[in-house]
């Protein structure tokens, strides 16, 4: 079992207050790192969703486009919300100190292709203005760490566009280690693991 103490809307707004015990194997945990509280998402991040995806360079590596209110709560409630159930899923990373939306971070399950059946380290998205603090990072390993503490016979996969210096950088803080390439879509990708 995890124990989760819930911190109001820093973590998440449907159990405020509350102390909650989780089967590890079916709920993603609220993480807590020096700087951080990386929570499940619920309905009040949609604006937030929406924000991060307006900015042209939040989404310049991503192959994704703008959310409108609704289309994000679509992405809410058909992408992120199920990932909860297998224990995994993008995370709201926000600030302890003053409790901001800084971006997101987390793992999914790849449905299909080559990768099927890996638990993919989905990466991580953080508004411009927070990048270079080391937020990515500190993010990443509280995931990378939880899912291999939790999961241990998850396979871990990151992709990474060959131009995300950055992204390569974030991955080879968190173990990562480059191990091949593919087509994903219609962009090419680093895979590491």
């Not at 307006?54 to 590596?61: I, T």
């Given at each position: 079992?995890?124990?989760?103490?819930?911190?109001?809307?820093?973590?998440?707004?449907?159990h405020?207050?509350?102390?909650?015990?989780?089967?590890?194997?079916?709920?993603?945990?609220?993480?807590?790192?020096?700087?951080?509280?990386?929570?499940?998402?619920?309905?009040?991040?949609?604006?937030?969703?929406?924000?991060?995806?307006?900015?042209?360079?939040?989404?310049?590596?991503?192959?994704?486009g703008?959310?409108?209110?609704?289309?994000?709560?679509?992405?809410?409630?058909?992408r992120?919300?199920p990932?909860?159930?297998?224990?995994?899923?993008?995370?709201?990373?926000?600030?302890r100190?003053?409790?901001?939306?800084?971006?997101?971070?987390?793992l999914r399950?790849?449905?299909?292709?080559?990768?099927?059946?890996?638990?993919?380290?989905?990466?991580?998205?953080?508004?411009t203005d927070?990048?270079?603090?080391g937020?990515?990072?500190?993010?990443?390993?509280?995931?990378?760490?939880?899912?291999?503490?939790?999961?241990?016979?998850?396979?871990?996969?990151?992709?990474?566009?060959?131009?995300?210096l950055?992204?390569?950088?974030?991955?080879?803080?968190?173990?990562?280690?480059?191990?091949?390439e593919?087509?994903?879509?219609d962009?090419?990708?680093?895979?590491?693991?």
């Amino acid at each position: 079992m995890v124990q989760a103490t819930c911190r109001g809307r820093a973590c998440c707004a449907h159990h405020r207050g509350v102390r909650t015990e989780y089967p590890s194997h079916a709920v993603t945990p609220t993480l807590l790192t020096e700087r951080l509280i990386l929570r499940p998402m619920d309905a009040s991040d949609v604006s937030e969703l929406v924000r991060l995806n307006a900015d042209p360079l939040v989404l310049r590596f991503t192959g994704d486009g703008p959310l409108d209110e609704a289309a994000a709560a679509v992405v809410l409630r058909d992408r992120i919300l199920p990932q909860y159930a297998l224990g995994i899923g993008r995370l709201a990373v926000v600030h302890r100190d003053d409790l901001r939306f800084l971006g997101w971070c987390g793992l999914r399950r790849d449905a299909g292709g080559e990768d099927a059946g890996f638990t993919s380290y989905r990466g991580y998205r953080f508004h411009t203005d927070e990048r270079g603090r080391g937020f990515a990072t500190e993010a990443a390993l509280a995931v990378l760490d939880d899912a291999r503490r939790r999961l241990p016979d998850a396979r871990i996969l990151g992709r990474v566009d060959p131009a995300n210096l950055a992204s390569q950088r974030v991955l080879e803080r968190c173990g990562l280690r480059r191990y091949g390439e593919q087509q994903d879509g219609d962009r090419f990708v680093w895979l590491y693991r």
